[in-house]
C-alpha cells in the first residue's frame, strides 16, 4: 500500500517545516455521466460522479498558489470515449497551471485517452495492458425469436436505418457493418490525434501503437506511450492528501462580475412523450433514464422565463426515440428567442439529432455518435407464437383500428399506409436539419438515409459546427448572450420538481414498467443499437 497518511484534516501530522500539503490525490472511478440527474429520483437514487463534479473540483484545484502538483489515480475508469475525452480536457487545463501525474494500473483505449490531458503518464510495472483498438458486438435475434414462434416486421428509411434490425434480421447488413466499421474508424483517428498531440508525436506513430502488440508497462514505456514506470508510493509522500482533506485550503470560487447566467437542460435516455421517467426493465436502450418531452420542454420553457438566463445549453445524450416527442422539443429550440447551443456526448443520433437542428451552435465530441437522420416503424408478429400455444386472438371491428396488434401481419394495404407515413416523418425531419443547418434537402438527405457518422465526421460534413464538451458549449453560450467567461450556470428542471406530492410522483413513474417505452406510437427516429465500445 502507498505510504499516504489518508487523515481527515490535511494539516494533520504533516511532515516538519510543512504547513499546507504540497500534494493533492484525485481518484477517478466510473462512468462519468455529464451531470447530476435533474429528476428527483434520478438523482436520489445516484451515487456517481460526473464531469460536471469534476469539473469543479480541477477549478478549485487550478485556484490553489501552494499546490506542487495532483495525482490522479485511475480505478475502475468505466468513462465511454467521449466523456473520457472531456476528462482529458480538464486535466490537460489543469496541468497548465501545476504538475499533474496520472497513476494508471489499467493501460486501455479509454483511461489512456482521459489521462492524456495530464503532464506525465505512469503505470505500475504489473499494470494491466488492453491496447486493441476499438470494437464492438451486437447480438442479432431474427433467428432466436423466429425458433420461438416470433418474427418482426421492420419499415426503415432507409437502407442504413439498423433501429429494429436486431430484432427483424439474424446477421448484421452490409450497409450497417459498412456505417460502424466507419464511425470505428473515426474514433481510433481521434484516438490517434489525441494522443499524438499529448505524447509529442505524430498521429500515424500513435495509431502504430494498437498494433505494436503491447503487452507491458515496460513495453508501453519503450514505445513512448507513458512516461515512467512506477509504484504510487514512488511518486508522491506524507505531504500529500486526498482531495477532500484539503478542501479547507482550497480558494473559493470566483463570482461573475456581472448579472446573468446560463440555464443547462439535460435531455438524456430515450425519447418519450410525456414526462421523463426510469425504466427499470433490464432490456438494452429501453432500461434506464427517459427523457419525456414533457419534461424537457417544460425545463426549456423555465430557462427561457428565467430574467436571469441569458443562453440556453441543451445536453443531449440520447439515441432518439419518438419522432412526435423529438419534434416538440425542436420546436421549443427552434422558437427560442435566447441563444441555444446543443452539446453531444456519447450520443445524439436520430431524435437525438433532431432536436439540435435550430440550435445556434451544436457541439459534439469526436467521439459523438451522431446522425442517424432516418425513421423506423415496427411490430412483432406472433402468429406462429399464438399457434404453438394455443392462443387465439379474435377480431370484431374495423381491421384497420387493430392493424398494429402482433396477432398478424400488417396487409398490403396497411403496409403501403404506415410507409406513407413514416415517408412524411422523414421529409419532416430532412427539411428540419435543412433549415436549421443551411443546406438543401438534397445533401441532407445524401447525409442521411439513417446513417451514423463520428462527431469528427459530422463536423466536416456540416451537421456540427465544432469539437467540444460541454464546457466549449457553455462557452459559447455565454458568448452569444455577451456575459463574461466566469457567468454562472445553473441546472434546470421543470418547475414544481420535488420534493413532496411532485416527488411521490416521480416516484411512482420510476416504478412502472414498460417493454415498449412509446405506448402508442409507431414511428420512431431511434437508434435502438446498444453501442458500447470496447
Excluded at 512506477?230 to 477532500?244: C, K, N, Q, T, V
Excluded at 402468429?383 to 384497420?400: I, S
Excluded at 446513417?451 to 469539437?467: F, K, M, N, P, T
Aim: glycine share 10%; aromatic share 8%.
Amino acid at each position: 500500500m502507498p505510504n499516504i497518511p489518508f487523515l481527515n484534516k490535511a494539516d494533520d501530522a504533516l511532515p516538519g517545516g510543512v504547513t499546507r500539503p504540497t500534494w493533492v490525490v484525485l481518484d477517478l472511478a466510473g462512468p462519468y455521466p455529464e451531470r447530476q440527474p435533474g429528476n428527483p429520483v434520478q438523482a436520489l437514487l445516484s451515487r456517481t460522479e460526473t464531469l460536471e463534479a469534476l469539473a469543479g473540483r480541477i477549478q478549485k484545484l487550478k485556484g490553489a498558489s501552494w499546490l506542487h502538483g495532483v495525482l490522479v489515480r485511475f480505478g475502475e475508469f468505466t468513462a465511454a470515449p467521449a466523456a473520457a475525452h472531456a476528462v482529458r480536457g480538464l486535466l490537460h487545463d489543469l496541468a497548465q497551471s501545476t504538475r499533474v501525474v496520472a497513476y494508471l494500473p489499467h493501460l486501455n483505449m479509454v483511461s489512456l485517452l482521459a489521462a492524456s490531458g495530464a503532464s506525465e503518464l505512469v503505470a505500475p510495472e504489473s499494470a494491466e495492458v488492453n491496447l486493441n483498438g476499438f470494437g464492438l458486438e451486437s447480438t442479432f435475434l431474427g433467428e432466436f425469436l423466429k425458433k420461438r414462434g416470433i418474427e418482426f416486421e421492420n419499415l426503415r428509411i432507409r437502407e442504413y436505418k439498423a433501429a429494429l434490425t436486431r430484432f427483424s434480421q439474424d446477421h448484421m447488413d452490409d450497409h450497417n457493418r459498412e456505417q460502424l466499421q466507419a464511425y470505428l474508424d473515426g474514433l481510433e483517428g481521434a484516438w490517434a490525434a489525441d494522443l499524438a498531440s499529448a505524447r509529442g508525436v505524430s498521429p500515424e506513430q500513435a495509431a502504430a501503437w494498437l498494433d505494436a502488440d503491447l503487452t507491458s508497462a515496460q513495453g508501453a514505456l519503450d514505445a513512448g506511450l507513458i512516461t515512467k514506470v512506477a509504484y504510487e508510493d514512488e511518486l508522491i509522500g506524507p505531504a500529500s492528501r486526498p482531495f477532500g482533506a484539503v478542501v479547507n485550503w482550497l480558494m473559493p470560487d470566483k463570482q461573475s462580475s456581472k448579472k446573468g447566467r446560463v440555464a443547462v437542460v439535460p435531455l438524456v435516455g430515450a425519447i418519450i412523450t410525456g414526462k421523463s421517467r426510469i425504466n427499470p426493465v433490464p432490456l438494452p436502450l429501453l432500461g434506464g433514464p427517459m427523457a419525456g418531452s414533457d419534461t424537457v420542454v417544460a425545463a426549456l420553457k423555465r430557462a427561457k422565463e428565467d430574467k436571469t438566463t441569458q443562453a440556453i445549453v441543451l445536453y443531449v445524450n440520447s439515441g432518439g426515440g419518438s419522432a412526435l416527442a423529438s419534434d416538440l422539443i425542436w420546436r421549443e429550440v427552434q422558437q427560442s428567442e435566447k441563444p441555444v447551443v446543443v452539446v453531444m456526448g456519447e450520443y445524439a443520433a436520430s431524435g437525438g439529432y433532431y432536436v439540435a437542428a435550430h440550435a445556434k451552435t451544436i457541439v459534439a465530441s469526436p467521439y459523438t455518435l451522431t446522425g442517424s437522420i432516418g425513421v423506423v416503424s415496427g411490430k412483432p408478429i406472433l402468429e406462429e407464437f399464438n399457434r404453438r400455444h394455443g392462443l387465439n386472438p379474435e377480431r370484431v371491428g374495423r381491421d384497420r383500428a387493430l392493424m398494429f396488434s402482433p396477432a398478424r401481419r400488417y396487409s398490403d394495404e396497411e403496409r403501403e399506409h404506415v410507409e406513407k407515413g413514416i415517408l412524411e416523418v422523414y421529409d419532416r425531419f430532412i427539411s428540419r436539419v435543412a433549415q436549421g443547418r443551411g443546406l438543401t434537402k438534397e445533401r441532407v438527405n445524401e447525409l442521411g438515409r439513417g446513417r451514423i457518422w463520428s462527431g469528427q465526421d459530422a463536423l466536416d460534413y456540416g451537421l456540427v459546427d465544432e469539437l467540444g464538451d460541454l464546457r466549449t458549449g457553455l462557452a459559447r453560450a455565454r458568448e452569444l448572450a455577451g456575459l463574461p467567461e466566469d457567468a454562472p450556470a445553473w441546472n434546470v428542471t421543470p418547475k414544481g420538481h420535488g420534493p413532496l406530492p411532485e416527488f411521490a410522483q416521480e416516484a411512482a413513474r420510476a416504478a412502472q414498467v414498460s417493454l415498449w417505452p412509446f405506448g402508442s406510437e409507431r414511428v420512431l427516429a431511434w437508434f435502438d443499437q446498444d453501442i458500447k465500445v470496447r
